[in-house]
């Protein structure tokens, strides 16, 4: 049962445009959402969250939007830079509990 | 910033053996310990919650006695895998989260992982 599902497994973006990376989640009781990013052989490093009682956050290039209505989230990067090319997982929690999280999105951003 | 350290990043071992891998936060102290597994082009599965001074709690389809668990303190929480067998090869991923809730009550610090390869 996948509670959070990205459902591209790629992405590429010509570097300056924007980057929309979208995740799905089933469970109605998330009210902590969160993008990590990761590189190949490392652990993910936290990028932006949001809770469910907002419906954007903006930290830098990168915004957060969260859709309630439609159990849809989406990390919005503009402009994409090369250095942002990684595997960008969403992540969502009810409080304080354990994190689930979504399959990965390979983002790759040419020049 | 939060700090989790991970060892060893990659380990390879021999059928049947165990092996040990250890998460210690460094600059601050963690209630709660997490351990995630990762198959190749796979999303992260929680394995199991560890919390200091108490048994972890595994997750549906993880076993206990083969994944040992303990979070003896603040900053330390290992994994063990008994008696390995090849299809336990992966990617484990320990993360922690601050005592501190101002931290940012949800926000998991990872530590850089370690590969598993069983022969």
């Known amino acids: 049962d996948q509670q959070v599902k990205q459902n591209s497994p790629s992405l590429s973006v010509q570097e300056g445009r924007i980057s929309i990376l979208n995740c799905d989640y089933t469970?109605?009781?998330?009210?902590?959402f969160l993008w990590y990013k990761k590189y190949p052989a490392e652990g993910p490093t936290f990028l932006i969250s949001i809770s469910s009682i907002k419906d954007k956050n903006e930290d830098g290039r990168f915004t957060v939007f969260l859709n309630k209505s439609a159990k849809h989230l989406s990390l919005h990067i503009v402009p994409s830079q090369p250095g942002d090319s990684a595997v960008y997982f969403c992540?969502?929690?009810?409080?304080?509990?354990?994190?689930?999280f979504g399959t990965g999105t390979r983002l790759q951003v040419f020049p | 910033g939060a700090v989790v350290s991970q060892h060893p990043s990659r380990v390879i071992c021999k059928s049947g053996t165990s092996v040990k891998i250890e998460c210690r936060s460094l600059?601050?102290?963690?209630?709660?310990m997490f351990w995630y597994r990762q198959f190749p082009k796979q999303s992260l599965m929680l394995m199991a919650t560890s919390n200091e001074g108490s048994k972890a709690t595994y997750e549906q389809g993880v076993e206990k006695d083969k994944f040992l668990i303990n979070h003896a303190s603040l900053t330390l929480s290992t994994l063990t895998v008994t008696s390995a067998h090849p299809e336990d090869s992966s990617f484990y991923i320990c993360?922690?989260?601050?005592?501190?809730?101002?931290?940012?009550?949800?926000?998991?610090?990872f530590g850089a992982g370690s590969r598993l390869t069983v022969l």
């Open positions: 993360s922690a989260r601050p005592r501190d809730p101002r931290s940012g009550a949800n926000v998991l610090t």
């Open positions: 992540a969502a929690s009810k409080s304080t509990d354990k994190l689930i």
């Open positions: 600059d601050f102290q963690a209630t709660t």
């Open positions: 469970n109605s009781m998330f009210d902590y």
